[in-house]
């Protein structure tokens, strides 16, 4: 071991350095990708000269996702202590569905999901677990609102058509999350928005009326917290009260921005998370987490047990359900994703995670301002979101992104909203400070000049 640590050490020195200079790895085409790197598999070992000489090169040219050159998803940055609770975590390499292998590891990931419950305000009823990402914890509330609307279903498969909603700008795991729990994606309802993305709640009732009516059986509400592209959060009371009326399971995907929930001056944005029967968040997101942290929460844990538990004799053969986490979670063996969260949060404090969201709001609201402030920019999001939506002198935004990749200076991304593509900016790597969004503007703005993007849209203009 003591020789993978020291080549762990040497490589990872370097690239925190080379990355200082080179915060965007240098594309490498697809077609040149195996001539470029050495990662043919062989029948006969190498040296360890020639092995540590391939692993550097291979992570020297692989995308920097913690640097000031990174904008591209959802994710970003680089916390220390939670990187030092991932590293201990994979050198442990408990497996969190047994007390019996994996110890005080289970207290650590009981203890975040019971402080969570406690902010949202549930009582000792209430539970969660962790999954490995925020499309897998969807799916987790989709089962539950299944087996909560059909107790035979869990024995005997769907015996009646099943309906779930969700708005226009969720998720794409809603429509695969109805095909893997057999309700079909023919059977999700997609609602429409609002001018800022967030949910019609007249048109959601409407269509929940329409389906009752036709003999259909509404199963789940997804709203979103945080949607992927405008970063709109849908309004949580209103809906609350509908789902109440007809008794369907209302579960609020806030993987990209329910971490709000940390936040005095944000918290807002979830109003009523209390109402709703699951909450689901990614600490990968805004929470500074190495991949993957994502975690659900339910106001009742009996949903947890119904939906995910099953005996095996040949696991669960000490200690009491409680403490064998496995029955509540939706795999088997189950790497230590809680340790790397639990870390930064004992580490930092619950204002210390407080602090985290509140700046990428402010960084969000320095990159807002740029735009406002500068008359080549055209906006197109709102104001208490993480996404930036832009667009620069016109210029189509796929073409302005796809550059800047492949010429190796910015990762951003792109999306589009009602017929309308624009660059995404997020803001989400809490490392960023204010000069590095304004210098994410210049970048690009320096790129552009030099680059023919502005002569080719020109040609485009001449074309139409
Ligand atoms: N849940 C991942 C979303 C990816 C993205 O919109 O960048």
Redesign the pocket.
């Known amino acids: 071991m003591k020789n993978a640590l020291d080549i762990f050490q040497k490589i990872t020195k370097e690239l925190l350095e080379d990355e200082k200079k080179h915060p965007v790895a240098e594309y490498i085409p697809t077609s040149d990708l195996f001539s470029r790197l050495d990662l043919e598999l062989t029948d006969n070992p190498i040296s360890d000269e020639a092995f540590e000489r391939i692993l550097r090169d291979l992570i020297f040219a692989s995308p920097r996702t913690a640097t000031t050159g990174f904008f591209?998803?959802?994710f970003g940055g680089r916390n220390s202590k939670a990187i030092l609770g991932e590293l201990l975590s994979v050198i442990l390499n408990n497996s969190m569905y047994t007390y019996k292998a994996a110890g005080p590891q289970i207290g650590v990931e009981k203890n975040i999901l019971r402080t969570v419950c406690n902010m949202i305000g549930w009582d000792e009823n209430s539970d969660g677990t962790l999954a490995p990402g925020?499309?897998m914890t969807n799916f987790m509330s989709m089962v539950m609102a299944r087996d909560a609307a059909s107790a035979a279903v869990r024995n005997k498969g769907l015996t009646e058509r099943m309906v779930v909603y969700s708005s226009k700008e969720s998720?794409y795991s809603i429509p695969k999350n109805a095909a893997f729990c057999g309700i079909g994606r023919d059977n999700v309802r997609y609602v429409s928005t609002d001018k800022e993305g967030r949910i019609n709640v007249q048109e959601l009732e409407s269509a929940i009326e329409n389906d009752i009516q036709n003999g259909l059986l509404p199963v789940l509400v997804n709203l979103t917290a945080g949607t992927?592209?405008l970063g709109a959060f849908d309004p949580i009371i209103l809906v609350a009260d509908i789902c109440k009326k007809h008794k369907i399971w209302l579960h609020i995907d806030g993987?990209?921005c329910g971490s709000v929930i940390f936040s005095k001056k944000y918290k807002h944005l979830v109003q009523g998370v209390e109402l709703v029967d699951s909450f689901s968040f990614n600490a990968h997101k805004m929470l500074s987490t190495p991949l993957s942290c994502s975690i659900i929460v339910v106001k009742n844990k009996k949903h947890l047990y119904d939906s995910f538990s099953n005996d095996a004799n040949y696991l669960y053969q000490t200690h009491h359900d409680e403490f064998n986490l496995g029955k509540t979670s939706l795999q088997c063996g189950r790497r230590n994703d809680a340790l790397k969260f639990w870390a930064l949060w004992k580490s930092v404090g619950t204002t210390g995670l407080e602090d985290i969201v509140d700046h990428q709001f402010a960084l969000a609201d320095t990159a807002r301002n740029y735009i406002r402030n500068h008359d080549d920019y055209t906006l197109y999001s709102y104001d208490n979101s993480v996404s930036i939506c832009f667009n620069y002198k016109g210029i189509p935004a796929r073409d302005i992104c796809t550059a800047l990749y492949e010429y190796s200076n910015l990762l951003v991304?792109y999306?589009s909203f009602r017929d309308t593509e624009f660059i995404r900016l997020v803001t989400v790597n809490a490392s960023n400070s204010h000069e590095d969004i304004r210098h994410f503007f210049s970048t690009m703005e320096d790129f552009v000049a030099k680059s023919d993007l502005l002569q080719s849209r020109a040609v485009q203009e001449q074309v139409h």
Do not use: E, I, K
């Open positions: 591209n998803q959802l925020g499309s998720h992927t592209v993987a990209y991304g999306g």
